[in-house]
């Protein structure tokens, strides 16, 4: 029986201390009345007040344009507006008139101390309050003001307008929804005293690259709009309205609308979807009892079931004082235990389904310490639930060749028994086989995912070693072993006749077969055939261990890891670029050739491997390796989406007249600023879907709907973001509009998800994680399964408290 789990609360509990909430400022409003004091149907009000010294023409425009938007758009969503600079309307019983009070320019002091108490009492008492622009000056020394603003301007932030470009994270609220997704504007720009991004829920953020922040620059989080529940009521706060122009912007006026709308209960929306205390993180597996593999193995990948049972993987890798088996004339040589274990939310239980004899176990390769291959990959059958087959990605020992060195990578369909809750071993249907050499590590890849056509993708690494390049492009043709060149990934990616360093599609058939679908990057008779393979949908990827199918839109996202070097050489190319994309269509994505956004490397070839040669064409890119036995002329790269070294993420270069960048260190300009590099190995994550009829209680909320989950397997200063991509543009490279972290969410740290291995969303809306544990090729106590479930409550007001219902 599993053992009680451990729960962490993502986020310290809220602080009060900091944003000056009451304990009262809680999120979820459900079972709150609303007090019959506050007006109705008939007659929804909006008081807008400002500072008698507010500057004249911005004050008069935004008045006039808010009373022109209280007349806008249906009667149901229409208001009266009382425009003031008399803090004497600041009484209990007049405040109670007024579905929301709006702040306009309100510098210092504005509010008495019966006054601001007559606004907190009409907070409490389920009040709405929007702030604009200069109303973060308002009351400054009212811990209580704090919390409602949500953040105070830093004392040096920018006065003067400056065009920027806004990022518009939240597609729902009615704010934000129907904004641009990059938003150009100009205004004036505040910075922060103390960030409240996690505590509140930003809505939108400047891109502090398309202006001049001042010496006051928060980096890449810049919130710039937020709102959350607080103190019994609903506080918006948005940074823009500093000039007069904004007032008649008509994206600015939708903005202001919008937050209007759910300040004064004419609408509801999810103002809680981002504050991180609202999720919590579990540790679904405890360590496994001394000698067994009771709970985990070395964790590799997951699948879940319709019915939320989650199914994942150990690779091959024993305990870390298992002897290492050196020796190639050793029959045990690479042996290791893949695992099949279940996760049943229903009981609560783990239980082992199989445990497969793989290669993969430390000792083998050319360093005799570790090998990348075992059991890497899992996919449930569409259709599960009635024939119970799962297909693993895996290399069985059985296969190896021990005087050749290479082994046999397999596509398998078995068969899950519901009585025994096991894997048949004895159903294997073998699928899909290909060679790959194991004399030298890495690179196997693993992801597997089926689209809505029911077509299989298969993610594999390009089995090739990550020395005798200086970490550069991975294309010497030097070392061989066997007749293989093991450090030539022009041999396996750049090859169009090889399917090692592809993302295959195919499309399994009842009878164990495949077919192959129209779509893919080959036939199989291009130049009169035998130099192409029709199964392969992607080439040009290095070592992808996790893809996922947007079921949505049945696009592909992918995440593979570079290579070695740390700097960019202006001999070789670029620094090691580990990469995420977005595939929309059959294409090459580059690699050994090309990376990041289009970015070439040298070529190099024999006699002498030391001396570079041509820089490779991406647009037209050729592979002359004296190990390419397919075509020499190989499709146009197509750039991608998300790419980081250790200096940052998304370097770019200046570039000459052919289009080749400088790779000069001191010349580099990051265009993601959210990414760091080093130590660092992309796990590609899912698209959230979020299902409006699930009547879940720990789905994630409509907010994260279309955002595509990123993340590292390290969680030091690495990527573990949601972004959101331009649908566009997204399939040709186009790099995303708007990033947000994870990490206070989907906890790094320690106690925490260190090592990310794996993650998807279950059909209630939770997300699993794979913590992969601590060091390589073995499994630990850290090595474990996650869920991580929201707790937020749903959006405010709830039905009955809207103020026309």
């Given at each position: 029986m599993r053992r009680k789990p451990q729960i962490l609360?993502?986020?310290?509990?809220?602080?009060?201390?900091?944003?000056?909430?009451?304990?009262?400022?809680?999120?979820?409003?459900?079972?709150?009345?609303?007090?019959?004091?506050?007006?109705?149907?008939?007659?929804?009000?909006?008081?807008?007040?400002?500072?008698?010294?507010?500057?004249?023409?911005?004050?008069q425009a935004a008045v006039t344009a808010i009373e022109s938007l209280g007349a806008e758009?249906?009667?149901?969503?229409?208001?009266?507006?009382?425009?003031?600079?008399?803090?004497?309307?600041?009484?209990t019983e007049e405040l109670l008139a007024y579905n929301a009070v709006v702040f306009l320019s309100a510098e210092g002091a504005v509010l008495?101390?019966?006054?601001?108490?007559?606004?907190?009492?009409?907070?409490?008492?389920?009040?709405?309050?929007?702030?604009?622009?200069?109303?973060?000056?308002?009351?400054?020394?009212?811990?209580?003001?704090?919390?409602?603003?949500?953040?105070?301007?830093?004392?040096?932030?920018?006065?003067?307008?400056?065009?920027?470009?806004?990022?518009?994270?939240?597609?729902?609220?009615?704010?934000?929804?129907?904004?641009?997704?990059?938003?150009?504007?100009?205004?004036?720009?505040?910075?922060?005293?103390?960030?409240?991004s996690g505590q509140v829920h930003t809505l939108a953020r400047v891109r502090e690259a398309s202006y001049q922040p001042g010496p006051g620059a928060a980096g890449w989080d810049h919130p710039?709009?937020?709102?959350?529940?607080?103190?019994?009521?609903?506080?918006?706060?948005?940074?823009?309205?500093?000039?007069?122009?904004?007032?008649?912007?008509?994206?600015?006026?939708a903005?202001?609308?919008?937050?209007?709308?759910?300040?004064?209960?004419?609408?509801?929306?999810?103002?809680?979807?981002?504050?991180?205390?609202?999720?919590?993180?579990?540790?679904?597996?405890?360590?496994?009892?001394?000698?067994?593999?009771?709970?985990?193995?070395?964790?590799?990948?997951?699948?879940?079931?319709?019915?939320?049972?989650?199914?994942?993987?150990?690779?091959?890798?024993?305990?870390?004082?298992?002897?290492?088996?050196?020796?190639?004339e050793d029959p045990e040589i690479g042996l290791g235990q893949g695992t099949v274990h279940v996760y049943d939310p229903a009981t609560d239980e783990v239980s082992l389904a199989a445990n497969l004899e793989v290669f993969g176990n430390k000792g083998g390769g050319d360093e005799l310490t570790k090998t990348e291959e075992g059991l890497l990959g899992i996919a449930l059958d569409p259709a599960f639930a009635e024939n119970g087959h799962v297909y693993l990605y895996w290399m069985p020992h059985a296969t190896i060749d021990r005087e050749n060195r290479v082994g046999e990578r397999r596509i398998s369909r078995f068969t899950f028994d519901e009585a025994t809750g096991t894997l048949e071993l004895a159903s294997e249907v073998p699928v899909l086989s290909w060679e790959a050499q194991i004399h030298s590590c890495c690179h196997a890849g693993g992801g597997l995912d089926f689209d809505s056509a029911g077509n299989l993708y298969i993610a594999t690494g390009d089995n090739n070693s990550s020395g005798f390049s200086d970490g550069y492009s991975g294309n010497n043709p030097d070392p061989e072993f066997a007749g293989i060149g093991f450090a030539d990934a022009r041999r396996t990616s750049g090859n169009t006749n090889d399917l090692n360093g592809k993302i295959l599609r195919i499309h399994?058939?009842?009878?164990?077969?495949?077919?192959?679908?129209?779509?893919?990057?080959?036939?199989?008779?291009?130049?009169?055939?035998?130099?192409?393979?029709?199964?392969?949908?992607?080439?040009?990827?290095?070592n992808p261990s996790r893809i996922a199918i947007d079921p949505a839109t049945d696009w592909l996202y992918a995440g593979w890891v570079g290579p070695d070097a740390a700097e960019p050489s202006t001999t070789w190319g670029p620094a090691k670029y580990d990469t995420f994309a977005v595939i929309t269509e059959a294409g090459n994505r580059g690699w050994p050739f090309c990376m990041g956004n289009n970015q070439p490397y040298r070529d190099r070839n024999l006699p002498d491997p030391t001396i570079p040669l041509e820089w490779y064409d991406c647009d037209a890119p050729r592979n002359e390796s004296p190990h390419n036995d397919g075509l020499?002329?190989?499709?146009?790269?197509?750039?991608?989406?998300?790419?980081?070294?250790?200096?940052?993420?998304?370097?770019?270069?200046?570039?000459d007249e052919n289009g080749l960048p400088s790779y000069v260190a001191e010349e580099q300009t990051f265009l993601l600023p959210w990414l760091r590099g080093g130590g660092q190995a992309t796990m590609s994550g899912p698209v959230y879907r979020h299902d409006a009829g699930t009547e879940s209680e720990v789905a994630w909320p409509a907010y994260w709907d279309g955002k595509w989950f990123v993340g590292d397997h390290y969680d030091a200063e690495q990527p573990r973001h949601a972004v959101v991509m331009d649908?566009?543009?997204?399939?040709?490279?186009?790099?995303?509009?708007?990033?947000?972290?994870?990490?206070?969410?989907?906890?790094?740290?320690?106690?925490?998800?260190?090592?990310?291995?794996?993650?998807?969303?279950?059909?209630?809306g939770s997300l699993y994680v794979l913590d992969y544990g601590r060091g390589f090729f073995n499994l630990d106590e850290a090595s474990a399964l996650w869920r991580v479930t929201y707790q937020g409550g749903p959006a405010t007001p709830l039905p009955d408290q809207l103020a026309r219902r």
């Open positions: 609360a993502v986020a310290a509990t809220l602080s009060i201390a900091l944003l000056g909430a009451s304990p009262t400022a809680s999120g979820n409003q459900e079972g709150t009345e609303r007090p019959a004091a506050l007006p109705g149907a008939a007659d929804a009000q909006v008081l807008v007040f400002h500072a008698a010294n507010a500057p004249t023409d911005r004050t758009g249906p009667a149901e969503e229409q208001f009266d507006v009382r425009a003031t600079d008399d803090p004497a309307v600041f009484a008495d101390t019966d006054q601001e108490a007559a606004l907190q009492g009409y907070v409490q008492a389920g009040g709405g309050f929007l702030g604009v622009h200069d109303a973060a000056t308002a009351q400054p020394e009212s811990d209580w003001f704090t919390g409602l603003l949500g953040a105070r301007p830093a004392a040096d932030s920018p006065t003067d307008p400056q065009p920027a470009v806004v990022e518009v994270g939240d597609r729902v609220n009615p704010a934000t929804a129907d904004l641009p997704l990059e938003w150009e504007r100009s205004d004036v720009w505040y910075d922060w005293a103390e960030n409240p710039v709009s937020w709102c959350r529940d607080y103190d019994g009521g609903r506080s918006f706060y948005t940074g823009m309205g500093g000039t007069t122009e904004s007032f008649t912007e008509a994206d600015f006026l903005h202001l609308r919008g937050a209007l709308l759910w300040t004064s209960a004419l609408a509801r929306a999810d103002c809680q979807a981002t504050i991180t205390d609202n999720y919590v993180a579990e540790r679904i597996t405890e360590p496994n009892q001394p000698g067994e593999l009771d709970q985990i193995g070395e964790p590799h990948g997951l699948d879940i079931a319709d019915d939320g049972r989650v199914f994942y993987l150990g690779r091959a890798g024993g305990w870390a004082d298992d002897p290492l088996v050196t020796d190639w399994p058939e009842p009878d164990g077969s495949y077919t192959v679908p129209e779509g893919n990057l080959f036939t199989g008779e291009e130049a009169g055939g035998g130099l192409t393979r029709p199964e392969i949908y992607v080439m040009g990827v290095r020499v002329e190989l499709p146009p790269v197509t750039p991608n989406n998300i790419w980081y070294s250790p200096a940052g993420g998304g370097p770019d270069y200046p570039r649908p566009a543009n997204a399939g040709a490279g186009g790099l995303p509009t708007h990033a947000e972290s994870l990490d206070d969410i989907i906890p790094a740290g320690e106690g925490g998800i260190r090592n990310l291995m794996d993650w998807k969303f279950a059909p209630d």
